[in-house]
């Protein structure tokens, strides 16, 4: 125990300004801990919702709760608000909190390592910074999965990723191709579809729909909202209430509730879709909610339309002027949208992660991305992750995972600042039992039925949070310092 009289408040270090950093800078500031630099590779605020500006970006976790619960808002435009005006928001509570001139932009963190007691930092242009604890705040989804398509280099036309959209490239009146049907692609159809000449939506495997629509909110509703603030934080309330049953019945692929989620997105394709032949080539042959459930208010509508394709026919290469699929028919394009997904494992990296004596990050994690409960790993001593590997992802509000996340990591921090522990990090055995009752409870899930998925790692498990989210709220309240080394 180290006397407390002797410690200096610690100086910590964010990694990223996105909607996870952005929380952890005014959580730490509302503690009194204002020693620190929020380090972020972009020129601004945002992560995902800076990254990702492709039309009909918006995100599917209703507004009045994908927002933080410190910084409701009344003036959301829709249910499921566009990903322009989510941006506006993180970067408007990043500047309410005076974050811009905390945060060190356009300078990516390259290299971590923890030595005599404390996380030495560097970036890509060579600065170095030191600090007593870390948070990473690098976010899940944003390492890009190009698609390893022969001749893809080939093609004259424009062609990006989703998540990197050129907006130079010409969309009305052109012939447009999109790789994937997952929750990104699926925006994008519904959006371009009446813009361009002819849409051809490459399938390689069906996805499951679920139709909500998305009501614009009226200036009536949003004056009573601003009027009567209480309303807000009831309907963020409940709303997290309503979400509460989403991540019950994942969790539980043979309650009833799951039964009905399947039983509407059956629904929707047999009552939407008219034509029969269209209709069984969009029909999954596995079970709803099994991969990331995709909502849309739209998506079938937009396919049937006369110049929509949906192309079932595997992807044989590309050529310079399109895509020729394997029944030797070439699709030709000008534009070329990836809409590929992610590589859901790499978390920090490419940052190079050094913990106690030397161990790499990429050596921790060999087999595969693991931490107790998602934030901390064993001998990265202060060394804490917002949005994890193993956490609950996929159909939840992100921002309520990291805010109970934070509240925990506090705890941490606190015995860091009072000096009670110098060191702080996960046992080894705490994090091994934990994955093994994590594996254990996979098994009942619902994306462990039968299906390919960015949720299953290398073993076929689902990496992420496999039980109820009331529990993750009770995990959350308060570490067990037993499962921790504390030195
Ligand atoms: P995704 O769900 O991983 O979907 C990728 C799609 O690309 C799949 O249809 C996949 O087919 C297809 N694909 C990948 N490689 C291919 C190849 N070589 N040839 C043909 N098809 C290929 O990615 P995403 O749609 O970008 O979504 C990722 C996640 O981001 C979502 O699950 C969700 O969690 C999040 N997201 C959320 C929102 C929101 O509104 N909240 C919006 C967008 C994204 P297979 O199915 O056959 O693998």
């Not at 007691?117 to 976010?139: F, K, N, P, Q």
């Not at 044989?316 to 394997?326: A, D, K, L, N, Q």
């Not at 992750?385 to 934070?406: C, D, K, R, W």
């Amino acid at each position: 125990m180290v006397d407390p009289g002797t410690r200096h408040p610690p100086k910590l270090a964010i990694i990223g300004a996105g909607m996870a950093g952005i929380l952890a800078a005014i959580k730490l500031t509302e503690a009194g801990l204002t020693d620190f630099t929020i380090f972020e590779k972009a020129d601004r605020p945002g992560g995902t919702w800076r990254e990702n500006t492709y039309p009909g970006l918006s995100c599917d976790v209703p507004s009045h709760l994908y927002s933080y619960s410190f910084a409701l808002t009344p003036e959301w435009s829709h249910r499921f608000s566009p990903g322009e005006e989510i941006q506006a928001y993180f970067e408007r509570v990043a500047d309410e909190h005076g974050l811009n001139s905390r945060t060190r932009f356009g300078d990516e963190v390259t290299r971590c390592e923890f030595s005599q007691g404390r996380w030495h930092l560097e970036t890509a242009s060579g600065y170095r910074a030191e600090a007593d604890i870390v948070i990473a705040a690098t976010g899940v989804l944003h390492h890009p999965k190009i698609p390893d398509i022969e001749g893809l280099s080939r093609f004259e036309g424009s062609a990006f990723h989703s998540s990197q959209w050129d907006h130079d490239a010409k969309l009305d009146g052109a012939r447009v191709g999109v790789v994937g049907t997952g929750s990104t692609a699926v925006q994008i159809v519904s959006a371009i579809v009446d813009r361009v000449a002819t849409l051809s939506l490459f399938q390689r495997t069906a996805q499951w729909v679920l139709q909500a629509d998305n009501p614009a909110y009226t200036e009536a509703e949003r004056a009573d909202l601003r009027r009567d603030p209480a309303r807000l934080t009831d309907l963020h309330a409940e709303l997290s209430k309503q979400f509460d049953v989403f991540a019950r019945v994942v969790v539980d692929a043979e309650s009833p509730e799951m039964a009905m989620i399947e039983e509407a997105c059956r629904a929707n394709l047999e009552n939407t879709v008219r034509d029969v032949e269209l209709r069984e080539r969009l029909r999954p042959d596995y079970r709803a909610a099994c991969k990331r459930l995709v909502v849309s208010p739209n998506f079938y509508e937009a396919v049937q339309r006369p110049n929509a394709e949906l192309v079932t026919e595997q992807i044989e290469c590309v050529e310079p002027s399109g895509i020729r699929t394997r029944d030797g028919r070439l699709h030709e394009l000008d534009v070329l949208v990836l809409a590929t997904g992610f590589k859901a494992n790499a978390f920090m990296r490419p940052m190079e992660l050094i913990g106690r004596d030397g161990i790499t990050l990429d050596h921790a994690w060999a087999d595969r991305p693991n931490a107790y409960l998602s934030i901390t790993i064993p001998d990265f001593p202060n060394f804490f992750m917002i949005n994890g590997p193993n956490g609950p992802v996929g159909n939840f509000s992100l921002i309520e995972v990291a805010e109970l996340q934070f509240s925990y990591i506090m705890q941490l921090v606190d015995r860091i600042r009072s000096g009670e522990s110098r060191e702080v990090c996960a046992t080894r055995e705490a994090m091994e039992r934990f994955e093994a009752a994590r594996v254990e409870a996979s098994q009942k899930t619902i994306w462990m039925t039968g299906c390919r998925s960015w949720y299953l790692d290398d073993r076929g498990i689902p990496a992420v949070w496999p039980w109820r989210f009331e529990r993750f709220r009770e995990e959350m309240r308060s570490p067990k310092l037993e499962a921790f080394d504390l030195r």
